[in-house]
């Protein structure tokens, strides 16, 4: 392989030709990408540039290409080991003894002559970094981007067995050196590919070398700060100053603003024309509240670049704060004359006229800011203000044409009529919220019942008359009876009905009570018994009650029970033992005592209370369920109210 094939060109002495050829065969033979090729082609162009320039003395093409056939062919024999057809060319003897070979003899002494004055690598990257501190420590130089493109077009950068050792030792470097350009750092990440390296590496560089990782990617935030004003700067001490700068940055960024003070006014007493360091004055004494100083600041700015409408804008801002308004607006109508849509200037100047009263100019600014961005919140909140109030006004004050003009300041509002606005949110709530209302009412219909069950009607007996009049089989009575006694009958259940209690049998029926004496041959087990007692001293009534309240009833002298009023009692089979009793009974009391066709079943009040836990539960459920369903009710209210209010 020859080296103009590896170059793609024809043999040739100018130099410019071989250096395009070179720079377009870079790009696809990158150091990192393809180092063999890079190396192919690196030896290929320095064989190329030492031939082209050695044979300018000669008047023949032809004899440079015979030169040239005799001197490529170590470039074969590179490109052979690459094929695995020997080792890869690394500067050995066995290499350069085929190169003496090959090379021509006019040649041969000035090439190995540079050849053999090649200084070491460790030597190569000192004189490198001694480039770099160099060009770093002069600002000028510093600032100069061609002065960093030379140096980094050196031969030692693209030299694939060293790039490693180069980019490890300026990574050192600028982590102590840092004061970069936004552009030099893109140019430096840029030819090393710092930041394109994955995950795991860039976490390592971050921890490893955290300032350089910090203001390489400083591209769009607090960090990327410019340095031409440096310039002006003259004999300082560059570094103590951009140290107190980047502190003072740092400061502010955390909230600290007695450190940043501290740090602006250090740097300050270095160099005070920095417009970067103005800015963060601003900055500081903006947030500190401390007016003067700020206002200081903002003039300071204008007169560092009296070019720049934000250090305008920056001191209408700090005038308005410190109501100063007339000298705010001088500030903004200076914007406003050289940017009439400035968006900043249009809103800070309504605000300032509102601020002043005068709502036509206020009024006027803000319909300018909405013509340049009508979605504009500020400017649109305050029309809106603007427009209540002249329509508050004019319901206090009233005048001709008061309805039409209302009706026009509220389409302007973009307010909906009232009606409208019910409608929909009626429509809104209910499409929202009708499964919600559909169980709430039937929650509240069903613990409507379940309260109704307990409430406590039943009525109080008092006497012969109120007892007459109570209703029967509906109506539950309490009363209180004295002298009450069994009389020995037992409401026992037939055998036809097998023994056992069947509960829609009337107590009545004359075939389910034993007479006294039958109870007193019969094993009666259990059965509901027939008592009597006085209600008063002249009237005595029939209860049937349960053993147990006919044991409660015996051991005490009057007896409290509830139960509803039944009758026909009296159709009953009276024996003459029972009658004997009935009357022994009656006459135990005041004479003239009357037996009421009435008798009393208290069995029901005992029967029912066995469900007042199951039902107290219950209840409870209930409770909560329509205050769960209240709750959501009461949110989608809430809500539709909103939008009809609002709308």
């Known amino acids: 392989m020859r080296v103009w094939n590896i170059l793609g060109i024809e043999p040739t002495d100018d130099v410019k030709s071989i250096k395009r050829a070179y720079a377009r065969l870079l790009k696809i033979h990158h150091p990192e990408d393809d180092p063999q090729g890079y190396q192919r082609l690196r030896e290929a162009y320095d064989l190329a540039i030492k031939l082209a320039k050695q044979s300018g003395h000669s008047s023949s093409t032809r004899a440079l290409k015979d030169s040239e056939d005799e001197a490529g062919r170590d470039i074969e024999g590179s490109a052979g080991d690459d094929a695995g057809q020997g080792a890869a060319y690394s500067g050995s003897s066995d290499y350069e ?4 070979d090959e090379i021509p003899a ?4 000035s090439y190995y002559l540079e050849w053999d004055n090649k200084p070491d690598p460790e030597s190569q990257l000192n004189l490198f970094i001694h480039t770099v501190e ?39 470097f600028l982590e102590g050196h840092y004061f970069l350009p936004a552009a030099i750092w ?30 390489m990617s400083a591209k769009s935030n607090e960090l990327n700060m410019d340095y031409s004003y440096l310039l002006r700067a003259g004999n300082i ?3 103590t100053y951009l140290r107190h700068r980047e502190a003072a940055c740092l400061a502010l960024l955390n909230d600290e603003l007695e450190k940043a003070e501290k740090s602006l006014q250090q740097a300050a007493a270095i160099f005070n024309e920095d417009l970067e360091l103005v800015l963060l004055q601003i900055e500081c004494f903006k947030r500190m509240g401390d007016h003067e100083r700020w206002l200081a600041s903002c003039s300071h700015r204008i007169a560092l670049d009296p070019n720049a409408l934000n250090g305008y804008y920056n001191r209408a801002a700090a005038y308005y704060e410190c ?29 300032c006229y509102w601020k002043m009263g005068d709502m036509e100019q206020a009024q006027e600014m803000f319909k300018r800011l909405l013509a340049v961005d009508r979605d504009d919140a ?40 009232f009606a409208v606005r019910f409608l929909r949110g009626v429509r809104l709530f209910i499409s929202r919220s009708w499964l919600t209302l559909i169980l709430l009412i039937i929650f509240k219909f069903i613990l409507f019942i379940a309260c109704m069950s307990y409430i406590d009607d039943t009525q109080v007996i008092a006497n012969r008359e109120e007892l007459m009049k109570v209703p029967l089989e509906t109506q539950a009575v309490r009363l209180t009876l004295s002298e009450a006694a069994c009389t020995g009958y ?3 259940w037939s055998e036809r009905i097998n023994g056992e209690r069947d509960t829609g049998e009337t107590v009545n029926d004359v075939n389910s009570f034993l007479s006294r004496m039958e109870a007193q041959n019969t094993d009666s087990g259990e059965a509901d018994y027939l008592c009597i007692g006085n209600l008063q001293p002249e009237t005595a009534v029939m209860v049937i009650m349960t053993k147990e309240q006919r044991d409660a009833m015996m051991s005490k002298p009057e007896f409290q029970f509830e139960g509803l009023v039944r009758s026909e009692l009296m159709s009953m089979p009276w024996d003459q033992a029972s009658l004997a009793f009935r009357d022994e009974v009656m006459k135990s009391g005041s004479a003239g005592k009357r037996l009421m066709n009435v008798y009393i079943d208290s069995r029901e009040s005992q029967e029912s209370g066995g469900d007042k836990a199951v039902q107290i539960t219950m209840t409870l459920l209930l409770v909560f369920l329509v205050y769960i369903s209240y709750k959501a009710f009461l949110q989608e209210f809430r809500r539709a109210w909103r939008f009809i209010a609002y709308n």
């Open 97 to 100: 003894a085929e190169a003496e």
């Open 106 to 109: 006019e040649l041969r002494n």
């Open 134 to 172: 160099h060009i770093y420590n002069d600002m000028q130089s510093r600032m100069n981007k061609a002065n960093w493109l030379e140096l980094l077009n050196a031969d030692i950068v693209w030299n694939a067995s060293m790039r490693a050792a180069v980019s490890d030792r300026l990574l050192h």
């Open 186 to 215: 893109e140019l430096l990440d840029g030819t090393f590919h710092w930041s394109n390296q994955d995950l795991g590496q860039n976490e390592e560089l971050a921890h490893e070398f955290p300032a350089v990782y910090a203001y």
């Open 237 to 239: 001490d560059y570094e």
């Open 323 to 351: 109501s100063r308004l007339a000298e705010a607006l001088r500030d903004l109508r200076f914007i406003l004359n050289l940017g009439p849509n400035d968006r900043d200037g249009l809103s800070l100047a309504g605000q």
């Open 378 to 417: 500020v400017a649109i909140l305050a029309l809106m203000q603007l427009k209540a109030q002249e329509e508050r006004k004019i319901r206090k004050n009233g005048g001709p044409g008061k309805r039409e003009v209302l009706k026009g300041l509220r389409q302007e509002l973009g307010r909906i009529p």
């Open 490 to 492: 037992q409401g026992k």
